[in-house]
């Protein structure tokens, strides 16, 4: 670990009575053992977006969950084809079948915010699409494959 991810900064706010126990209220129901830790995880959510909205260059990886109709495989037909024209950004995808003839899959992602965001404009284009929401992070995987042929990505060992 490095200093600067053990070094802690001090942030004082004010909040509405209401919002202050509503954020008590979901700091106990999530079984947090502080506000501090509730309050970094929206913040590094809200960086992560804005990151998307303001740099559109930035590299970025997350999932992108949709819910769906199977209308007998045309729509997962579409969404393989959408996904086959962002092979770079489409990491894996899990598949599973609901009820009521409605599919739940999710695609873990990696690329630059524009691309994602492309990615999934095409997606909800998909007529049967029902929901579809994207989570981002800056933290990324880390390269798959090394450019430097026959070494191992994580060493630099032959592989």
Same mark, same amino acid.
């Given at each position: 670990?490095?200093?600067?991810?053990?070094?802690?900064?001090?942030?004082?706010?004010?909040?509405? &009575?209401?919002?202050?126990? =509503?954020?008590?209220?979901?700091? &106990?129901?999530?079984? %947090?053992?502080?506000?501090?830790? %509730?309050?970094?995880? #929206? +913040?590094?959510?809200? #960086?992560?977006?804005? /990151?998307?909205?303001?740099?559109?260059?930035?590299?970025?990886?997350?999932?992108?969950?949709? $819910?769906?109709?199977? /209308?007998?495989?045309?729509?997962?037909?579409?969404?393989?084809?959408?996904?086959?024209?962002?092979?770079?950004? $489409? +990491? *894996? *995808?899990?598949?599973?079948?609901? /009820?009521?003839?409605?599919?739940? /899959?999710?695609?873990?992602?990696?690329?630059?915010?524009?691309?994602?965001?492309?990615?999934?404009?095409?997606?909800?284009? $998909?007529?049967?699409? =029902?929901?579809?929401?994207? $989570?981002?992070?800056?933290?990324?995987?880390?390269?798959?494959?090394?450019?430097?042929?026959?070494?191992?990505?994580?060493?630099?060992?032959?592989?």
């Amino acid at each position: 670990m490095s200093s600067e991810s053990t070094s802690l900064a001090r942030l004082s706010m004010s909040l509405p &009575a209401g919002l202050f126990r =509503q954020l008590d209220m979901m700091v &106990a129901e999530r079984g %947090l053992p502080s506000r501090s830790q %509730l309050i970094a995880e #929206l +913040i590094r959510h809200a #960086l992560a977006e804005h /990151e998307s909205l303001m740099r559109p260059d930035e590299m970025l990886a997350g999932t992108i969950t949709l $819910v769906y109709r199977g /209308e007998r495989g045309r729509v997962r037909h579409q969404l393989s084809q959408t996904q086959a024209s962002y092979l770079k950004e $489409v +990491i *894996s *995808s899990q598949h599973v079948v609901l /009820e009521d003839d409605q599919s739940l /899959e999710v695609l873990l992602v990696q690329g630059p915010a524009i691309r994602l965001k492309e990615l999934c404009d095409a997606i909800r284009r $998909v007529r049967g699409v =029902q929901q579809l929401e994207l $989570v981002t992070t800056t933290s990324l995987l880390p390269p798959l494959h090394d450019q430097q042929a026959g070494h191992h990505p994580l060493n630099g060992a032959p592989s």
